[in-house]
């Protein structure tokens, strides 16, 4: 052949027996060279500048005060989220009802909480007793049966609870309703066919598929909630933050307790996103989602036990 | 009740979609024990007629009696009422349906989708439904699947799966809607052997479908329904080998 005649192959090996050499990316090792020379200067800064002060940050990190922040952050973000979508399920079952009433109230609650911001919130809340200074419960226009001054209801905690749950409950009802949505009418079609009432239909069939839908949302929502959780600090509630400002209020190291901070938000939003991958991986392995795996997922995540399922 | 008495009778019909009338002024019975098939071409009315049956589709006017009693309303002296959903759901019990898509839970294994109405409704003894629930997948030839989720199995597997949830609320009569419409063509048979199966144990079933060799040979009356109305009616025999309209010879022309 001709080729053959240009450029003799008989030094080449048989193609069939080699590989070709992968190709090479210069351009790759020169990016990664500048962009680690980047987190190389700027881990030397947080090393060397003494602004920094990390033996504070060390002394602080553990400190009981600290600890007891984290806690009330942790409850609550856990108490907002579980009330918040509580109140959710209901606004997405209002929101699907045929009742235009309903239909109305859960959109108009949902267009005030989610248009409200959450710091403004929580300063109206923890000023409600100035609108209405005593509540009461009783017959309406009748007798009255329990009282008590909003003062005394309205602590920086309900407060907080309050303000976040509520702007939580909005954005999980439309969540939920979404879940809900997915869920193809032959399913209540055909729990209907069985005789199922329609409240059974909804606990038995639809709900537990609209809350597979909804996991990955509410994680999202969870992560969102713990930063949230922040604002309480102009309610002076103790909080993760508000309890390092007040540290920092009177030793004046702030910024190593704005770092203290940081160091734990990032630590519990890291634990987090791990729950949550745990929890979607799981289902999409297609197992049903049970308390008890959600309680094993958390379990393993904590102790770093390895997995030694294998899917089916 | 009285064998001269039809389980299903369906008197004056009617069901519009907006302008269009699906239904018009339909009148059929179904006796104990009997199997019917409906036949018709896409359009004809067929599926919102068996819908209407067990009233997932509300009929614009016309009564459907299961068993001499007005399905989806009730007298309440001389008032006639309609029913609440729970009594609807209560009534519903007594008419079990496949679905062309089969509708399995797929969130609950073969089993589980079998035992949960009779352990959720009729409120049984869960060791005693799963019992009749194992022995409804030996009927369907499915016990070794039970613990199988629904995507695991096969679309034929899914659908007789289907049969025996619907079957495990021990209804009068089963409805069947297309069932083997959305299946692999060499997974209709396994379906249709359960379904003839039923039959033989005389079991009343009313059964829309497109597989002629099956009405021809399981049914007991067949029904051919064209732009709403039923053109035709008979034994299979008669219907399918001499039809008497222009519309039948039409549509069996096409089959053939």
Not at chain 1, 172 to 192: K, L
Not at chain 1, 236 to 243: G, M, N, R
Not at chain 1, 282 to 304: A, T, Y
Not at chain 2, 227 to 252: M, W, Y
Request: with cysteine; charged share 15%.
């Amino acid at each position: 052949m001709a080729q053959d005649l240009k450029s003799p192959t008989s030094a080449r090996p048989d193609i069939h027996e080699t590989k070709p050499r992968p190709l090479r990316h210069p351009s790759w090792w020169i990016g990664g060279a500048a962009l680690s020379l980047f987190v190389v200067l700027f881990i030397r800064l947080l090393v060397t500048n003494e602004n920094l002060h990390w033996d504070i940050v060390a002394q602080y990190l553990f400190s009981p005060e600290i600890l007891a922040g984290l806690g009330r952050t942790l409850l609550l973000t856990f108490v907002a989220m579980i009330i918040g979508l509580a109140i959710g399920v209901v606004l997405a079952i209002m929101r699907l009802s045929k009742n235009p009433v309903f239909q109305t109230a859960s959109w108009a609650w949902i267009w005030f909480f989610r248009g409200v911001p959450p710091l403004v919130q929580l300063i109206f809340w923890y000023n409600l007793a100035l609108l209405i200074p005593t509540v009461s419960i009783g017959v309406p226009f009748g007798p009255e049966l329990w009282s008590a001054s909003m003062n005394s209801l309205i602590t920086p905690f309900s407060a907080a609870v309050l303000g976040l749950a509520l702007t939580e409950s909005a954005y999980a009802a439309e969540m939920i309703r979404a879940g809900i949505q997915a869920i193809n009418v032959g399913q209540t079609e055909a729990a209907a066919t069985l005789g199922m009432t329609r409240s059974q239909t909804l606990r038995r069939i639809v709900l537990p598929q609209a809350l597979k839908i909804v996991i990955p949302p509410i994680g999202n929502d969870t992560i969102s909630m713990l930063k949230f959780t922040s604002l309480v600090s102009v309610l002076a509630l103790p909080d993760l933050l508000y309890s390092a400002q007040m540290i920092y209020s009177r030793t004046y190291q702030t910024i190593p307790l704005l770092i203290v901070a940081t160091i734990w938000y990032l630590v519990l939003s890291t634990i987090l996103t791990l729950i949550e991958h745990y929890i979607e991986h799981r289902l999409n392995d297609g197992r049903p989602l049970e308390l008890s795996l959600i309680l094993s997922s958390l379990f393993r995540i904590k102790f770093g036990a390895p997995r030694t399922e294998v899917s089916k | 009740m009285s064998t001269t008495m039809p389980l299903l009778n369906v008197e004056r019909l009617s069901k519009s979609f907006g302008t269009h009338q699906v239904l018009n002024k339909i009148d059929m019975s179904v006796k104990l024990g009997d199997v019917t098939c409906i036949v018709g071409p896409s359009g004809s009315g067929k599926s919102t007629l068996l819908r209407c049956l067990n009233y997932l589709e509300v009929p614009d006017s016309g009564v459907v009696f299961l068993d001499g009693d007005p399905v989806g309303m009730r007298w309440h002296g001389n008032t006639l009422r309609q029913m609440s959903f729970n009594e609807l759901a209560a009534q519903r019990q007594r008419m079990g349906m496949v679905f062309q898509s089969f509708n399995l839970f797929p969130h609950k294994t073969a089993l589980e989708n079998i035992v949960e109405a009779p352990i959720i409704v009729q409120r049984r003894k869960k060791s005693e439904a799963v019992a009749e629930g194992m022995a409804l997948l030996d009927k369907v030839g499915l016990r070794e699947r039970a613990h199988y989720y629904p995507r695991q199995l096969s679309g034929g597997q899914q659908q007789r799966v289907a049969i025996a949830r619907s079957l495990a609320m021990k209804p009068a009569v089963m409805l069947f809607d297309e069932p083997t419409s959305a299946l692999d063509p060499e997974l209709v048979g396994e379906v249709l052997a359960v379904m003839r199966q039923l039959a033989e144990d005389g079991m009343t079933m009313v059964v829309v479908t497109h597989e002629m060799s099956f009405a021809r040979d399981v049914a007991d009356h067949l029904i051919f329904m064209d732009g709403g109305v039923i053109v035709e009616a008979g034994p299979p025999k008669d219907v399918l080998s001499n039809p008497q309209h222009t519309r039948t010879k039409a549509f069996l022309a096409r089959l053939l």
